[in-house]
């Protein structure tokens, strides 16, 4: 039972495009995030999501929108595309304040 | 918001030494230190964790130290073996939000055999 799952696992587009990335927690988790790992390994928040707030790190893009059908899910949008978004993307998820996160295995994107 | 530095960038240790890992962070409102490792081409697993009412914390081979006064903590990861090998980061909570986590830069572990 894999309790944060990620898809696509790896994802290559061209610049211009706009994709989407799915996270999914069975965790019961009440709060969920977005990180993007670049290729020195530095892990930046991007988003944290519970059903009662969005926060938004204020470094991010406005092309990068959260979207949150259900406290189970919380899907990555990425509008236009530019070659400085390839990176891994995680997904986690945690419960309450403070509480330890659980990561998704991970998005490999790849712009082009 | 809130600001860590984790040292060194990179370690290599022989097996069976012990390896140490410190980070320092700027908000002293900060109450929660988890460390994580990732292992090449993984995700990032939580190993062990610190909240600010104890100094120390300890789970066979690996401990955590906390000294708020000076808002520095440390990993202490000792016996090493092979598999030690990886990425690990230490967190403190982003100032205004709890929930979210500021990540250190990384240290890649290296234990020699």
């Known amino acids: 039972d894999t309790a944060v799952s990620q898809t696509p696992k790896y994802l290559v587009t061209q610049m211009g495009n706009d994709k989407s990335i799915k996270c999914e927690q069975n965790l019961g988790h009440d709060t969920m995030y977005w990180y993007k790992q670049d290729s020195k390994k530095f892990l930046k928040i991007m988003f944290s999501y519970n059903n009662k707030e969005l926060i938004i790190n204020e470094t991010v893009p406005n092309r990068f929108s959260p979207k949150s059908p259900d406290k189970a899910h919380l899907n990555l949008h990425i509008n236009s595309l530019e070659l400085g978004d390839s990176a891994v993307y995680f997904c986690?998820?945690?419960?309450?304040?403070?509480?330890?996160?659980?990561f998704g295995s991970g998005t490999r994107l790849t712009v082009v | 918001g809130e600001n860590v530095e984790q040292h060194p960038s990179t370690l290599s240790v022989q097996e069976g030494d012990s390896a140490v890992i410190k980070c320092t962070y700027s908000?002293?409102?900060?109450?929660?230190f988890p460390w994580y490792k990732q292992e090449l081409g993984k995700r990032p697993q939580l190993i062990i964790d610190?909240?600010?009412?104890?100094g120390e914390k300890k789970d066979q081979r690996i401990a955590v130290t906390l000294n708020k006064t000076a808002k520095h903590f440390s990993l202490h990861i000792t016996e090493t073996q092979p598999e030690d090998s990886a990425v690990y980061f230490c967190?403190?909570?982003?100032?205004?939000?709890?929930?979210?986590?500021?990540f250190g830069s990384g240290t890649q572990l290296t234990v020699l055999p």
């Open positions: 967190a403190a909570p982003h100032s205004g939000s709890a929930r979210q986590l500021t």
């Open positions: 986690a998820s945690s419960q309450g304040p403070s509480g330890g996160y659980t």
């Open positions: 908000d002293s409102a900060s109450n929660y």
């Open positions: 610190i909240r600010s009412n104890v």
